[in-house]
Every structure is written in structure tokens, then in C-alpha cells.
């Protein structure tokens, strides 16, 4: 940790960008690091988020569930630890610690203890590869035919009705602030994902990291009254409150903008 607020020189191109376009988002709640599988630190994307002009961001690495890339339970305090010192630094900007947990257990459990619960400032939730959760022979299963419908290009009613209901659970018996990238991975009822969403106050991630929700997710989840948030879901520091991707799939979809809560015209 340099501890140099002048230190945001590299950003300035993707500044210089960001601002020549027609939107942009006033916070960026889905960013990683190098404690899962992100390339910069803490304080790097503290300071691309400056750079962007955003007013926080948040640091939400994989749950510790994830085999290959999961956030490790004893960095959390590290994590911590370290963001209250970046806030001192940095007093500008709002900075959160989150985590990506994930969506598998049949119970609707994450792989976040409730324990480590009050270690964050908000949860992060979605269905991804790697995790096996509760009955890993199960999970097995799932992850294998989704990544095969994936390739074949085919969705079953019965793999769609598992899939929809994991996450159903998921959202139902955790205070998910972000359902991330929904859709993603394998195939999802977004109707009735985006129900229960918008029943439990849970924002539904447009992602400018995966294509996801896509414009019919999108158009989908806008009959009901969930509403939605983007995400760079940045890897690198120099993506971090990136947005265009996302509003191009918004226009496309018809999305009224003032569902997007994170989304200002650019000044």
C-alpha cells in the first residue's frame, strides 16, 4: 500500500474515456482483486475508481466456496484491515468490503458462513462453476450439464426449473444486496428469478463484464418491479466504472433508466 493519493495517473486515459461518453455510473459495487483472481489491489482499485470520479466502490472477491479462486477465509480480515486504512488515505470515496458468494446449495445456503456475515458491508450473490457445495455429487451433475448446454447451445425444462430454483432459495434465505450477472452459466427463468428480486429488495446485476442479463433478460425482468444495478465486475483496475457495454443492452432492451440505480447522465 503506497498510501499516495497522486498516484492515478495510469487511469487517466480510461478517465478521458469514460468521460466522453453520454452515461455514467456513480458507483461500481462488483470489482476483484489479486485475493481471488483479479490483477491489481485493494488500492489500485480505489484509485481507478477516483480516477473514474465514482463516489464508492466495493471490493467483492469469489466466496470462499470457489476451488480454484476463491477469496481464503483468513484474508478477510486482512481485507478488512486494510480498507480501514485505504479510508483514511482516501477519504474521498466510499470504500466497502463485499464478497461474490455462491449459489449452489439445494437450502439456499451460500458458501459465506453466517458467522463472517458481519465481516462484510454487503453481499454479492451468483451461480458459477467450481463450487460443490452441500452435495457435491449433485453440484457435479449441475455444473456439468449446464457447461454442455452452454456448448450445445440447447436448454432443458428440467435443468432451467434446477437452475431457477437455486437461485430462487438463494435469494429467498440471504440478504442479497446483488444478484450478479444473472443468466449467466447455464439456463434461468428470469421472470421468475426477477419476481422474487423484487420481492425481497434484491437489484439485479447488468454486467459489462459478462453479457448478462442480456437483452431479453432484460426485457423479461422488466415486467416485474425488480429493479437494477450495473457492474464492471472489473478484473483489471483500468475496467472498474466501465458501463457502456451494459447501456447499450439497456437501450436495446427499452429499459427505462430510471430502474438503473447506479446510472447518472455523464456531466
Known sequence: MTGKKTNTQDFRDATRYQNSMPYQITYDLHTHTTYSHGK?????????????????VGISDHGPGHVTYGVKRKNIAVMRKEIEELKVVYPEIEILLGVEANIINPSGRLDVDTEELPDFDYLLAGYHYGVFGEKPLSAMRIHSQNYLSGILGRSGKKLKKINTELAVKAIYENKIKILTHPG??????????????????????????????????????????????ISSDAHTPDRIGDCQGAVARIKAAGLDFERVVNLKTAE
Do not use: Q
Open 184 to 229: 449467466d452459466k447455464g439456463p434461468f427463468d428470469i421472470y421468475e428469478i426477477a419476481l422474487a428480486c423484487a420481492d425481497k429488495g434484491t437489484l439485479m446485476e447488468i454486467s459489462t463484464w459478462h453479457d448478462y442479463l442480456s437483452v431479453e433478460g432484460i426485457k423479461a425482468a422488466a415486467k416485474t418491479d425488480a429493479l437494477f444495478v
Open 40 to 56: 491489481g489491489s485493494i488500492e489500485d482499485n480505489v484509485r481507478a475508481a477516483i480516477a473514474k470520479g465514482l463516489s464508492a
